[in-house]
Antibody, heavy 118, light 108 residues
């Protein structure tokens, strides 16, 4: 069965960077894009972008361009999302989600809470 | 960017009742690439509907989606206790992918 397992919660200071991992299993990692979506406390869902693990190509939401980096390691079927120059506004749960152009986001990771606090 | 608006913000209903949730887009959604997700507190979103009207794997048939263009609807024919949650619509036909603000279905 398809599973996306994310890394554990992080606490970071303002100005730092965070890197969240998402290990995929149960399907061919390179056959599907991996998207990242975040959710601030009590708020809705915000799409951040995607990576094509096959080519390494990326597409970031304009808001995140210049400070998010999405990468993938096909040898271990793992996607990564790194966010730099963190502020308290980046405190959120970060989700990876498998994307397929016909279906949307059909499988989601369990989420990783990133807390930014001095 | 396609802006999605959901109504109502909160829907207070009892088990067994019918729930009708609306999602309106600021411009036409390409190829009906409109999805619905259910989210319960502390959990990741769950994929319910894709292509505006197709149920995702394992989703009970009390959930149905309809609509095209700019107006879409999620209907839960008879609410079960486990259906009380927040529901989000999403358009994935054009970049950036966008979500609606959500409709909370809570217990009356």
């Amino acid at each position: 069965q398809v599973q996306l397992v994310q890394s554990g919660a992080e606490v970071k200071k303002p100005g730092a960077s965070v890197k969240v991992s998402c290990k995929a299993s149960g399907y061919t990692f390179t056959d599907y894009y991996m998207h990242w979506v975040r959710q601030a406390p009590g708020q809705g869902l915000e799409w951040m972008g995607w990576i094509n693990p096959n080519s390494g190509g990326t597409n970031y939401a304009q808001k995140f361009q210049g400070w998010v980096t999405m990468t993938g390691d096909t040898s271990i079927s793992t996607a990564y999302m790194e966010l730099s120059r963190l502020t308290s506004d980046d405190t959120a749960v970060y989700y990876c989600a498998r994307g397929e152009y016909r279906y949307g986001h059909d499988y989601w990771g369990q989420g990783t809470l990133v807390t930014v606090s001095s | 960017e396609i802006v999605l608006t959901q109504s109502p913000g909160t829907l207070s209903l009892s088990p067994g009742e019918r729930a009708t949730l609306s999602c309106r887009a600021s411009q036409s959604v390409s190829s009906s690439y409109l999805a619905w997700y259910q989210q319960k507190p502390g959990q990741a979103p769950r994929h319910l509907i894709y292509g505006a009207s197709s149920r995702a794997t394992g989703i009970p048939d009390r959930f149905s989606g309809s609509g095209s263009g700019t107006d879409f609807t999620l209907t839960i024919s008879r609410l079960e206790p486990e259906d009380f949650a927040v529901y989000y619509c999403q358009q994935y036909g054009s970049s950036p992918i966008t979500f609606g603000p959500g409709t909370k279905v809570d217990l009356k």
